[in-house]
């Protein structure tokens, strides 16, 4: 009994902050659009009684299901995301490595400010900070006002409201999630094991790709995890950043909602996101549980 | 004798295969080496033995090429090796650590550095099955190096240095971490590897014991620098100065006063209402120059009547017994207050034994029992 109370507590937490939400959701994408508040219909009718319950579950059908399938903006969409956020996760990750190597070879006494230094931008709002990229990255922003003074280019460059732009929030935004993993793996790396691959005639190159990569393989995977799985369903970043023109699930979705008050195909929408972000993040768990097992 | 013995820094003629001369290694303020030079010979199984912090593993580290002299040159087979990066040398070593590389199988790991060298595959499989063989490995090539237990970590770790057949095989405390008994075990595996295979061994350790027992020739370190160099029984039997003497083994160390009785022949003068002892020496040692007596407690006999015609003997009073099984170590404490140690060998049962605490007994020893060293 007292097992069963212990183990109630998180269970019910799961319950009503996950499980709960998830169902309603869920129960809008099988509904239909309806002018009214709620904008879906059935809803349920428990005064009716059993009746009410009948005609409730028969006005459910995966309809907008079907539908995400027939218009092509969805697919669309969801590929696009899926392209954005790989490109941007691996472009996250080749510049995270170096500083997370940087970072774990540094002096002892410099590393508390180095770390402070990534984790700083997090104590101001996000928001801000992506509205800030906006005045850096526009026609007559920071970055084009210093290149035509150094003469490098003679008209701006158009970057904000491209794809470019939404890679380069979605880098700033997430390289500390690939920082981190990435710097805890090689921090803890033996140094002798490079004298020894060194001493067995590697030179410095191949010992840093024969030995330090497979040894940083876990903080790899974590990292990439961590930048892929909510870079997929951004919203704020293509939308302020990234312009009409950058098709991203995240937008299409706020759009169903918000700006054609769809409920119901918005919630389609969003299952079917979760689902496809229910793959990566298994597999994210289960890198976890390797790596801990791996350490026993 | 015949003169198979194998003692190549006895000949003159002999080319030594590392060199040090006149190295210092200084990291910042902090002199690691000083001024050293040395020759280790092939074949040899040199060992470098010293506290910590007294600069053998600098010495090694420079071998392996991981650190450089500040000053000075080192030479392996004739050649300047400083700035020579490690993997540029026909240099392997073992790492205290055994720095297996935990993502690679026991036999990938063995295979490491042969597959660097670019080896054709079937070259690289026979000298990997060697090498297991060598080190009665056969069944572990497939477990990763957490799967396998400290000493055949340790015996890996071994086959990999090896397995490139280097000139030279440095060796950091590479039994450090072994307990004892597989420590003993180890040593003698160590010498029939490095015998079988002819290569050059170095090894770095703080175990004098370990260094007696695997070595051809002994460096004993302090400070950064060179205190004696010789082979594990001048070592002990005739060490050039009490630092020396002190470290290796147990010792009794007398202090006194010399005075040429005879050819070679020295009275020490030692302490108030004590007998003076007799001692010889080749070194020359000035009339009442300060020196010491050391002397091993197994060279030191304990008896209940004072011996007949014996040269040098003490009274006193057993204070202390150290039953190590096969023998027993006595303290005796003498009228001067000085505590002296004897070994005595087991030969009669415990409950038989001659002497027992609080017994009055007699100390001797040799005129050459003991060895003297200057002040």
Redesign the interface.
């Given at each position: 009994m007292r097992r069963f109370l212990l183990i109630a507590v998180p269970y019910t937490w799961l319950l009503a902050l996950f499980l709960a939400p998830f169902v309603i959701v869920f129960k809008i994408s099988l509904s239909d659009i309806a002018l009214a508040i709620p904008p879906y219909t059935p809803t349920l009718d428990l005064g009716a009684g059993w009746e009410g319950i009948k005609t409730f579950f028969s006005g459910l059908d995966f309809e907008n299901f079907v539908w995400l399938t027939q218009d092509d903006l969805y697919w669309k969409a969801y590929l696009s995301s899926l392209k954005i956020a790989v490109i941007s996760t691996a472009f996250t990750l080749m510049i995270g490595y170096p500083i997370a190597y940087g970072l774990a070879r540094s002096p002892e006494e410099w590393r508390p400010t180095l770390m402070m230094l990534i984790i700083l931008p997090f104590w101001t709002s996000f928001l801000i900070r992506v509205y800030s990229w906006m005045g850096i990255l526009s026609q007559e922003g920071f970055l084009n006002q210093f290149l035509l003074w150094t003469g490098l280019i003679n008209e701006p460059l158009i970057i904000l409201n491209t794809s470019i732009a939404v890679y380069i929030g979605i880098v700033y935004t997430y390289l500390p999630f690939m920082i981190l993993p990435i710097y805890a793996t090689l921090d803890r790396l033996d140094e002798s094991l490079i004298e020894a691959a060194e001493d067995l005639g590697c030179s410095r190159l191949s010992a840093f790709w024969l030995i330090t990569v497979p040894l940083s393989k876990n903080g790899i995977a974590a990292g990439s995890f961590l930048v892929f799985i909510p870079a997929l369903g951004e919203f704020v970043i293509p939308s302020l950043l990234g312009g009409s023109r950058t098709l991203m699930i995240g937008k299409v979705l706020w759009e169903e909602f918000f700006s054609n008050r769809d409920w119901p195909v918005a919630g389609a929408v969003a299952i079917v996101l979760l689902l496809i972000l229910v793959i990566p993040i298994v597999l994210f768990q289960r890198n976890q549980q390797k790596q801990a097992e791996a350490e026993q | 004798m015949q003169s198979t013995i194998f003692a190549p820094w006895e000949d003159p003629e002999a080319k030594p295969l590392i060199r040090f001369q006149n190295v210092t290694k200084r990291f910042g303020t902090f002199t690691a080496i000083d001024d050293l030079s040395l020759d280790i010979y092939e074949k040899e199984f040199f060992a470098l033995l010293g506290p910590s912090g007294c600069g053998k593993t600098t010495m090694m580290r420079m071998l392996?090429?991981?650190e450089n002299p500040t000053e000075g040159r080192i030479e392996l087979a004739g050649k300047d090796i400083s700035g020579v990066?490690?993997?540029k040398r026909a240099?392997?070593?073992m790492?205290?650590?055994y720095?297996l590389?935990?993502?690679l199988s026991v036999w990938d790991n063995i295979a490491?550095?042969l597959r660097?060298?670019g080896r054709p595959k079937d070259e690289v499989a026979a000298r990997v099955a060697e090498m297991l063989k060598l080190t009665r490995l056969e069944k572990f090539g497939r477990r990763k190096p957490h799967q396998i237990s400290g000493g055949q970590r340790q015996r890996v770790a071994l086959a990999?240095?090896l397995a490139?057949a280097p000139k030279l095989l440095l060796l950091d405390e590479p039994m450090g971490a072994l307990d004892k008994k597989l420590r003993q075990d180890t040593q003698f595996e160590l010498m029939d590897i490095q015998e079988k295979t002819g290569t050059t061994f170095v090894i770095v350790t703080h175990d004098q014991e370990e260094a007696m027992t695997v070595a051809s020739r002994v460096a004993v370190m302090d400070e950064g620098k060179l205190i004696q160099v010789a082979t594990p029984d001048r070592i002990y039997e005739s060490p050039e100065n009490v630092y020396v003497a002190d470290f290796i083994g147990d010792v009794n160390i007398i202090e006194g006063r010399a005075t040429l009785e005879g050819e070679e022949t020295y009275r020490i003068d030692w302490a108030e209402g004590e007998a003076p002892l007799r001692a010889t020496s080749s070194t020359r040692l000035d009339n009442g120059q300060s020196c010491f007596l050391a002397i091993r407690p197994e060279k030191v006999t304990i008896s209940p009547e004072r011996p007949e015609g014996a040269v040098n003997a003490v009274h006193g009073k057993v204070l202390d017994i150290a039953y190590l099984g096969n023998i027993s170590t006595y303290h005796v404490e003498l009228a001067s207050g000085t505590v002296i140690k004897a070994q005595a060998a087991n030969t009669r049962r415990i409950s038989r034994r001659s002497f027992t605490w609080e017994d009055p007994v007699w100390l001797s020893w040799t005129v050459t029992g003991g060895v003297l060293l200057a002040g």
């Open positions: - | 392996g090429g991981f990066p490690p993997n240099v392997n070593m790492f205290q650590s720095a590389f935990p993502h490491f550095g660097r060298d990999r240095s490139k």
